[in-house]
């Protein structure tokens, strides 16, 4: 579900990922032909991870269509955690892109050879990094607002491309300058291990969404902030759990408040506390469970007191 505080003009996380799959199809063509014309392995590398790219946005496309689905009779939950195995499946995706450049890097290395028409190659590269740039910059900025881990991931990815892009440019640049041809295969080595680098972050950040990781600290404190204007003597809240799915964030609680009242009166403040906790975090879902003041639920946690 798209944060319903979302500006309007915000693409949604389909129309950018339909424009990653169309830069991507353009970069490989500016990449390969950079590679083609200067037989650069260093631009070979970068070539090589817009074909990620590709796949890693054409994978996340499909995710996140499946992830706006409703909750159904299998799926009572949603399916916001579709977006997780985009984000997984694209880290993995690096990681491999990055070893077959080390595998071509290092035979390059063993046997440099002289590079062509760098000017091209260059300028090439260059165009593309540069469409690459701007839209990882429009990505980063509507997934914050869509809170979309599948949108996040693809930035993320362009955006190690673009430091890719430019770390081949000086290792290039540096042959052209110095004719130290093994400095070709030594920048796209460098590169690769940038790229394993990053791949591992989208992975192990995908286990922990699929693991029900907790909110992030700032979204607790406000949870915590909306509860606190409901604190009082004869009511108090403990056992606050929370988790993310995809877009989604999950609170569960434990609302105490005196025996005496009539369940219509306790209903219509668990209503109240509802309605302020999706005040202060659009899209949060609350489950509150009502008790007397004078009963503890015993649980293997040791419980988290407001």
Request: proline share 5%; glycine share 6%.
């Amino acid at each position: 579900m798209p944060n319903p505080a979302a500006p309007r003009l915000t693409p949604s996380p389909r129309t950018l990922l339909w424009a990653s799959v169309g830069v991507a199809v353009i970069t490989i063509v500016l990449k390969t032909l950079a590679w083609y014309v200067s037989d650069s392995v260093g631009l070979l590398s970068d070539a090589m991870e817009s074909f990620v790219n590709l796949a890693s946005a054409v994978f996340a496309l499909v995710m996140v269509t499946i992830a706006v689905r409703p909750a159904d009779e299998d799926h009572p939950f949603g399916h916001y955690k579709a977006e997780y195995f985009s984000s997984g499946f694209e880290g993995i995706l690096i990681v491999g892109a990055a070893v077959g450049i080390i595998w071509a890097a290092v035979e390059r290395l063993l046997q440099p050879q002289p590079l062509q028409q760098l000017g091209w190659g260059l300028a090439l590269s260059v165009l593309s990094s540069l469409l690459n740039g701007v839209l990882a910059w429009t990505m980063f900025r509507a997934a914050r607002v869509h809170r979309s881990i599948a949108l996040e991931a693809d930035a993320r990815h362009l955006r190690t491309d673009v430091w890719t892009s430019a770390g081949v440019f000086v290792g290039i640049s540096a042959v052209a300058l110095t004719g130290w041809l093994w400095l070709d295969a030594a920048v796209a080595i460098g590169v690769a291990l940038n790229i394993v680098r990053e791949g591992w972050r989208l992975i192990w950040r995908s286990s922990q969404g699929l693991m029900d990781e907790a909110v992030e600290p700032e979204v607790l404190a406000d949870i915590h902030r909306a509860l606190a204007q409901f604190a009082h003597p004869t009511i108090r809240f403990d056992h606050i759990a929370t988790r993310r799915s995809g877009q989604r964030r999950f609170v569960d609680l434990h609302m105490h408040m005196p025996a005496s009242w009539t369940l219509g009166r306790a209903a219509a403040l668990r209503g109240d506390v509802e309605q302020a906790l999706m005040s202060a975090v659009p899209g949060l879902r609350a489950t509150i469970e009502l008790l007397p003041s004078d009963v503890e639920a015993h649980f293997n946690d040791p419980g988290n007191p407001l």
